[in-house]
């Protein structure tokens, strides 16, 4: 019998032994020490793992209080620490691709002084709410050109998409044409040394070309002058 055939056999019947185990005697505890580093998993990341896991055991598990379920076919440990980072973390994951973005990556950068519930971020897919039991995700459509300007945020081994400060305010007034005059600068209460400390004046004018659009560099142009004088 050749060595090729014997690797082979093994293989196959190691993979059976493991799918049979996760589909019919694994416990919760299991799954835990398996999948502990992921913040949030889905049911295809657990079949890549064990074809044969079955999405009842999710349901079990879930009714025990266990885990929660996010939005549909992904699922996050009910004890997890819901944390800034790990809200970011989940908004990435369950609407792909996109980044955070607008009020709360301003509230992120301590530009603003309120307090934002809702995460809104940037998609080059369609436009998408989500109401979850953890937090509202909401997703703004924008043209696959105009998706760029984040930064890859580290955190505890993992890591988040958020619009840099520069691509943020773009993106705000991007989707907010409404506002436009000193009135309306005034009203965002704007924090000016954390503006001033963070923003670099040469990469918000390279990302404002990127955009070639006319209200935009108009709208960005007025703003920049209230923020200099204000």
Request: contains cysteine; glycine residues 2%.
């Amino acid at each position: 019998m050749s060595c090729n055939f014997v690797f082979l056999f093994v293989t196959y019947f190691t993979k059976v032994l493991l799918t049979a185990f996760w589909r019919n005697k694994m416990r919760f505890i299991e799954f835990r020490a398996a999948f502990k580093p992921f913040t949030i998993f889905s049911i295809d990341e657990i079949r890549k793992v064990a074809p044969g896991f079955h999405r009842r055991r999710l349901n079990d598990w879930q009714e025990k209080g266990y885990i929660k379920k996010v939005v549909k076919g992904y699922y996050i440990f009910a004890d997890l620490d819901l944390n800034e980072s790990v809200l970011f973390e989940i908004a990435n994951r369950i609407h792909r691709p996109s980044y955070v973005s607008l009020e709360i990556a301003l509230s992120y950068y301590h530009l603003i002084p309120e307090s934002v519930y809702v995460i809104t971020s940037i998609s080059s897919r369609k436009p998408y709410q989500y109401d979850t039991p953890i937090a509202k995700f909401n997703y703004k459509k924008m043209k696959p050109e105009l998706f760029f300007g984040y930064d890859l945020v580290d955190y505890d081994d993992k890591n988040f998409k958020i619009a840099s400060i520069e691509k943020a305010i773009l993106d705000y007034f991007y989707f907010h044409s409404n506002l436009n005059s000193i009135s309306d600068f005034s009203d965002l209460r704007l924090n000016q040394d954390n503006f001033w400390s963070q923003i670099n004046l040469e990469k918000l004018q390279d990302f404002l070309d990127r955009f070639n659009h006319r209200r935009l560099s108009l709208t960005i142009k007025s703003f920049m002058e209230f923020m200099k004088h204000v």
